[in-house]
């Protein structure tokens, strides 16, 4: 079934929602960059984190999640555009954590302390930046925490990946509730508890939930704004690879042919690799050279 997000309000109270399946997306984040579990659930939820925010972007403009915790997993960077694709890698792929007495993945432990980051580049001079601590390393209430801190938007986030015995991913998806404008505590209280009684998401997905579906979990008489498909979809190219060489200058790559006769590079948010052969370095020298 193909991945897709909508955007929603409900009729009757001041709510903003958005939904959304990512088994897809975080499979093919799985496959490219050969996450363990534990690596997969952090990685997914980021991912899918990253594809919801983004909802409020143009299709050309870029929003970045980046969680630096101090956890074994390292660094973890999801980009999204407004036209529903999304890359990203985490820094460890292959380090994992036994699920706890739960039973669920310790995605906090492995993610561990630190900060996380949301960048928006809409095309201007500077980037919108907006920061906040991580307060569990568990992403969804990151995420909660730094809408209402940096953007003062109250709201509830959920995100789940679950990842079936043979590593694959069996469900993942997300959703947003945001509360436009001023309400009473009772109001907000009430959206809250609907939220809090919320089946997992990865659980209802794996059922065969949809995104409308999602909401519908929440008793909101909502209105669909806008539906379109997700995907994880890098950027690079091999001519953007070819730039960042010439980034390095005539002397570099020639020393890069003597001693290794190639070159190559990976892109760090999909695993794509681009090999320059010899030939190509000195075609690529001589362009240098002349201009």
């Known amino acids: 079934m193909q991945d897709y997000i909508i955007r929603a309000v409900a009729k009757n109270e001041p709510v903003r929602i958005t939904a959304v399946t990512t088994t897809g997306v975080v499979e093919e984040a799985h496959r ?36 630096m915790g101090d956890g074994p997993l390292g660094a973890i960077v999801a980009s999204a555009g407004g036209n529903g694709t999304v890359r990203g890698y985490v820094q460890n792929p292959e380090f994992d954590l036994p699920p706890n007495e739960k039973g669920k993945l310790p995605v906090g432990a492995a993610v561990g302390q630190g900060t996380l980051h949301v960048s928006k580049d809409l095309g201007l001079k500077y980037p ?43 469900s993942a998806g997300g959703v947003m509730v945001q509360i436009m404008g001023d309400v009473d505590e009772v109001t907000e209280k009430r959206i809250v508890k609907r939220f809090e009684n919320m089946e997992a998401v990865s659980s209802l997905v794996d059922r065969g939930h949809k995104p ?80």
């Open 32 to 67: 490219r960059h050969k996450t363990s579990p534990v690596a997969a659930a952090a990685l997914g939820r980021t991912l899918t984190a990253a594809l919801m925010l983004a909802t409020e972007i143009k299709g050309k403009d870029i929003l970045t999640v980046r969680v």
């Open 128 to 170: 919108f930046v907006g920061s906040c601590e991580l307060i569990s390393g568990e992403i969804s209430e990151d995420i909660t925490y730094y809408l209402y801190k940096s953007e003062q938007i109250p709201s509830a986030v959920s995100l789940g990946v679950l990842v079936g015995p043979d590593g694959h991913i069996r």
């Open 212 to 291: 409308e579906d999602l909401v519908k979990e929440l008793d909101f008489d909502f209105e669909i704004l806008a539906n379109y498909p997700v995907a994880f979809q890098c950027q690079c190219t091999k001519e953007r690879v070819e730039k960042a060489l010439v980034s390095i200058g005539v002397e570099e790559i020639e020393d890069i042919m003597a001693k290794e006769g190639q070159a190559e590079a990976s892109c760090h948010f999909c695993g794509d690799n681009y090999i320059f052969g010899k030939a190509e370095l000195g075609k690529l020298l001589v362009e240098m050279k002349n201009n």
